[in-house]
């Protein structure tokens, strides 16, 4: 089985900004669209950038596109992101190398007892058998799972949208594919199997959760987004240490010298590291820039 690379982490699996879907319907009376979209001002009122939350796959034929995100993408010098070329073959061998344990436990017995059952459900609704992940570590298996319940298509990727409107050169990544899929790689495996007991848990109610925070998305609804974040695996500490808040501290941490140069950058980081105390909006807030949200 060749398992697609996920690169995009997770901000909470009702959120599902980490997964390569498959084509899905559209939004169900889709509002007028109005994404996170924040300029971030100095002491003196003055510009040094914008934060964009992003989502990492839509439906088909959702339009997110407004004036204020046009005017912001033609402003920018450059486009900061988590990954510039999440699609490359290189990202697929990395993948592919961190995935790869030989002689490992079936997958079912990685998960408690009372979940085998739809663990094997969510198996094939994937299209795969209990052998396919003998030689692939637990977190993988739960990515490559999350995909097939999940709507949304990575083609309609939003922060893949935006790195097409930059040349190369103007494009600079935060992590990188590498870095991103090694944070799952060196996960505990007692927190990789929370990943995977979360994403067979909450597979069947998935496609409602994903419709509700398309629409928080499209309207800029962080408070909604922030809620979400709060529920699913991201409410075990490990976890949400290491796939949310570490990487939004280090993110503050990396943006700060980029924001205070002579360029102004677009960043467009998934919509989940925005809201919250530990976020990136109060994280940037604390170093001293002024957010203001662009409507």
Not at 167 to 187: M, S, W, Y
Not at 194 to 204: D, F, H, Q, S, Y
Not at 245 to 266: F, V, Y
């Amino acid at each position: 089985m060749r398992l697609r690379p996920l690169v995009a982490v997770f901000a909470g699996w009702a959120l599902a900004l980490a997964l390569t879907g498959c084509a899905s319907e559209p939004v169900p009376d889709q509002p007028e669209p109005s994404p996170p979209l924040f300029a971030i001002e100095g002491a003196d009122g003055t510009i040094k950038g914008w934060l964009m939350g992003t989502i990492h796959a839509l439906p088909d034929g959702v339009r997110w596109r407004t004036d204020a995100i046009e005017q912001v993408i033609e402003a920018a010098d450059r486009v900061i992101v988590e990954v510039a070329d999440p699609t490359s073959d290189e990202t697929r061998a990395v993948f592919a190398q961190l995935a790869a344990t030989p002689n490992l436990p079936p997958l079912a017995q990685r998960v408690a007892p009372s979940l085998r059952g739809d663990l094997l459900q969510l198996m094939k609704k994937a299209g795969v058998t209990p052998g396919d992940f003998r030689a692939t570590e637990t977190w993988a298996a739960a990515l490559s799972l999350a995909q097939a319940a999940t709507p949304g298509s990575r083609s309609n990727s939003v922060d893949v949208a935006i790195i097409a409107q930059f040349p190369k050169d103007r494009v600079t990544q935060l992590e990188g594919a590498a870095t991103q899929l090694a944070i799952f790689d060196a996960l505990e495996d007692a927190d990789q199997r929370a990943l995977l007991e979360g994403i067979v848990r909450e597979a069947e109610t998935v496609t409602q959760r994903a419709h509700e925070l398309d629409r928080a998305w499209l309207t800029g609804d962080l408070d909604a987004i922030e809620t979400a974040t709060g529920t699913g695996f991201l409410t075990d500490p490990q976890l949400r240490a290491a796939l949310l808040t570490d990487r939004n501290t280090a993110w503050a941490a990396q943006l700060a010298p980029d924001l205070a140069g002579e360029t102004r950058p677009l960043i467009a980081v998934g919509a989940a590291h925005l809201p919250g105390p530990e976020g990136l909006i109060s994280l940037l807030e604390g170093n001293g820039f002024i957010l203001r949200q662009l409507r």
